[in-house]
Every structure is written in structure tokens, then in C-alpha cells.
């Protein structure tokens, strides 16, 4: 198992990094995260996973254990692949990742490519739990807990579901909601977690 390779990045272009180690080059499948991170000529690490396969043998490298660990996380739901991880990842970090499963907003895994509505309904089925139980190997925001029983509550949910007709996204909307008390009322939610969302901004 290859942990990490350190040398000189040689070359890069979308969705691959090559480090030169030792005069030997290591062609890294990687995120748009990690190329944003690392520059030409210059010395880098990347955490990798070697991906093998009966008919292929891939190494996927990136800049920080919890992409890696992410990584990981998402290639545990049956019917994801390195692709599809490396596609979802490409379009939100770790942290983001988790309050999407915690808001079951299957919407924002859309948006990665390769990411249909069955894979993105299995993506949040499979990985809620493992989030409510710390069963991950990378930081979890602390409000990830209480989004996910934002989401859970059915006060809430209506709430939720209220802001993401006005154009926000689900994980923002439950994040917002999820600071309130939950016996406010649906009317209260969304005027307070309006402007909650305007302050972000």
C-alpha cells in the first residue's frame, strides 16, 4: 500500500497531478480541491489510495487526509466509484459533504458529475448513520448533529423545505434552522432563518 508520495509536481492537468519521486513519476488521479492547492515545480505530498481492479491498478493522491479519508468514505456506498467520489468531491469539500448527507440534500450530490438521484438517495442513506455515530475519519462540523434532527423534525422540515423554494440549498437552509429552538414556530423559522442566511452572505 503507497501512503503518501513526496517529491516535485511534473505535471497537472484536469483531475491528475504527477509527483516525481525518486526520478519515478506518479501519475495521481485527483480532485479540483487539491490541484487549487498545489503549483507546478514545487514540493508536494499527496495521501494516496491505490485503487486495483482485476483489469486496472489506479492511485488517487490528495493534499489532505480528510479528502482522503472523504474518499474512502464515499467508495464504502455500493455503486460509487473512484469517478464518482473523485466528481463529488471536486464539487464540495469533507465538511460540506457531511451537512449534504445530515440535510439529505441529494439535490447538491446532483451536482457532481456522474451523481444521478438513485446514487445520490444511496449516498445519504448509507453515510447518515456512519455521520450521526463519528464513524468517519475526518472533522465533522458540529452542526452537523443538529441539522440532521432539523431535518428529522416535521417543523422544521417545512421550514426547510420553505427556504429551498426561495433558491437556498437544502444543507444551508437546514444549517440555519438547526440554530433555532425547535418548538419555534414554522412562520418564526423561516423569518429567523432568513436572516441568518442573509449574514452569511
Keep these: 500500500m503507497i501512503y503518501s508520495v513526496n517529491g516535485i509536481l511534473v505535471h497537472m492537468e484536469q ?3 504527477v509527483v ?24 508536494v505530498r499527496l495521501f494516496t ?17 480528510e479528502e482522503l479519508s472523504a474518499f474512502r468514505l464515499l467508495l464504502s456506498v455500493s455503486g460509487v466509484g473512484p469517478k464518482v467520489a473523485l466528481g463529488v468531491l471536486s464539487e464540495m469539500n469533507p465538511q460540506r459533504l457531511a451537512l449534504n448527507i445530515a ?6 450530490l446532483q451536482r457532481a458529475p456522474g451523481v444521478g438521484a438513485k446514487v445520490a438517495q444511496r449516498i445519504i ?3 447518515k448513520d456512519k455521520l450521526g455515530k463519528g464513524a468517519v475519519d475526518f472533522t465533522v462540523p458540529a452542526s452537523v448533529e443538529r441539522v440532521a434532527e ?17 433558491g437556498y440549498s437544502r444543507a444551508d ?7 433555532l429552538p425547535p418548538d419555534t414556530s414554522v412562520e418564526d423559522m423561516i423569518r429567523m432563518s432568513l436572516k441568518k442566511l442573509a449574514s452569511f452572505k
Excluded at 506518479?26 to 487539491?34: G, R
Excluded at 489510495?49 to 487526509?65: I, K, Q, T, W
Excluded at 440535510?103 to 447538491?108: I, L, P, R, S
Design 15 to 17: 483531475g491528475l497531478a
Design 103 to 108: 440535510a439529505g440534500d441529494h439535490k447538491a
Design 150 to 166: 432539523a431535518a428529522a423534525n416535521s417543523a422544521a422540515s417545512e421550514a426547510i423545505n420553505a427556504l429551498c423554494v426561495l
Design 173 to 179: 437552509a437546514a444549517a440555519a434552522v438547526a440554530t
Design 49 to 65: 489510495h491505490l485503487y486495483v481492479r482485476e483489469d486496472n491498478v489506479e492511485l488517487f493522491g490528495f493534499v489532505s487526509r
Design 125 to 127: 442513506l448509507e453515510l
Design 20 to 43: 516525481e519521486c525518486a526520478g519515478v513519476g506518479y501519475a495521481c488521479q485527483t480532485t479540483s480541491e487539491t490541484l487549487s492547492q498545489i503549483a507546478l515545480g514545487e514540493q
